[in-house]
């Protein structure tokens, strides 16, 4: 089933992280296998937060010899970074397996990237001047706890809670995605797309790179390949309409937009609450009230609808 939510302030930051904590929180009943969080904050020029990881929640419990591994795969992805000209800023141990890194890079990112995840067990979950992408196992309180998302502060942000149906039940299989090796964009999606397939043999026949098997990957390398060819956020999401089959809802982000498109169905729900300060768009309204709690009107988008905000 799954359930999505977005926000989007536009007059500056706000405690982003847990109001989408509490949106997602609401939607726990829709998908409490996994949740995940892709939040913008006021970027900073030359500089990134990479999140990464270096193994898989349910691998730490295979005693000494992969915490020993995970020490030296990290030990492996910092040489492999300053021999690439990338200086660390920053280090966090945000779980046992997965961390966060400031760093400063002028370089290629794709081939930053592809280093870093030549490393054995080494995924990177992004790399962003404004994005952070956070998710693992459990329901929102649960991750959000471990990552300290609660003390995160930003403009905009996009999240999922996960009920698995067709992929395991693991970090990789989790939404947001992030469209590798793009710089901050990232996708959560509702629904199934049917041509899946067809178009990711295309994208990678143009060099693109999948990094799991979810349908929902190709709509964040879709977007980032119309954004490297010049189009416009509201172009793409209108494109994707025309161009993908399936019954779909999905929430795109970038450094300083949100975008939300339906297909030709709408068989997938949305509901909608705009101010002059923000916008909170989630599949159930309880999602939004627990961020709103007087009395809100909100609207259900139509089908084929696409809308574009900025911060």
Known sequence: MCGIAGLIHRKGSSNIGQEMTSMLQALKHRGPDSTGFAIYSEPVKGQYILRFKVAEQEDMSKGFDIQDQVKERRADVDKRLKAMGAKIKEMEEATAYAFRYQIEFSGDLKELSDRVEDVEGAEILSIG???????????ATVVSDAYDIDEIKGTH???HTRMATESDVDIRSAHPYWA???????????????????????????????????????LAVYTATNLEKGMTLEESLKKSIEEIDGVFTYLVTTKDELGMAKDTMAAKPMVLYETDDMVALASEEVSIRAIVPHEIDTWDPYDEEVRVWKA
């Open 157 to 159: 942000g996009i999240g």
């Open 129 to 139: 001047n404004a994005l952070e992408l956070i998710k693992d196992l459990g329901d």
């Open 180 to 218: 590798y090796p793009y710089n901050d964009i990232a996708v959560v999606h509702n629904g199934q797309i049917t041509n899946y397939w067809l178009m990711r043999r295309h994208l990678e026949r143009d060099g693109q790179r999948f990094v799991s098997n979810c349908d929902s990957e190709l």
